[in-house]
């Protein structure tokens, strides 16, 4: 459509559009019958409020269950979503199965499947997020530096 879609930093792309072909098929007026969950990330109007409120620092009663419909908004905050349960799960599995509420090796198949369509893997993913190769050399001053090691040939 030629928009700049705003996500919200920290959030891996690939886990986010992983998430809405898996959860819409990239339909913005995808409506879950059976629930409450709308949009292209297929967000529970409880989830969107709390996220939309609480996290992004919206205030109360500013959130809308039509905002779940507008496209940008929900990117926005499935994006938003995605990196608090980042800074509050162990591993890529963890961040799943809080997102879509329950376990489900299927379900991490189907979204490994979609993401290898697209290059990656839910264990590079993982491995990118939680396990980075570069070590981590703490600083006299206490600060983190990043040195990054060539491959051995």
């Known amino acids: ?10 959030v891996d792309p690939h886990l986010l559009f992983g998430f809405i072909s898996s959860e819409s098929d990239g339909d913005v007026d995808a409506k879950n ?3 409450t969950a709308a949009g292209y990330g297929q967000v529970l109007s409880s989830t969107g409020r709390k996220v939309y409120e609480d996290i992004m620092g919206n205030g109360k009663g500013t959130f809308d269950n039509s905002m779940l419909l507008n496209g940008d908004t929900n990117i926005r905050i499935s994006s938003a979503y995605l990196v608090y349960l980042k800074q509050n799960s162990s591993n890529v599995y963890e961040i799943i199965d809080k997102y879509i509420g329950k376990h489900s090796e299927s379900y991490y198949n189907k979204l490994d499947k979609v993401l290898q369509k697209g290059g990656t ?10 396990h980075p190769t ?3 050399i703490a600083s006299t001053d206490g600060s983190i530096n990043l040195v990054i090691q060539a491959d051995a040939e």
């Open 134 to 136: 570069e070590p981590l």
């Open 1 to 10: 459509t030629g928009e700049d879609i705003m996500i919200a930093a920290g």
């Open 33 to 35: 019958p059976s629930s």
């Open 121 to 130: 893997s839910l264990a590079e993913i993982d491995n990118n997020i939680y």
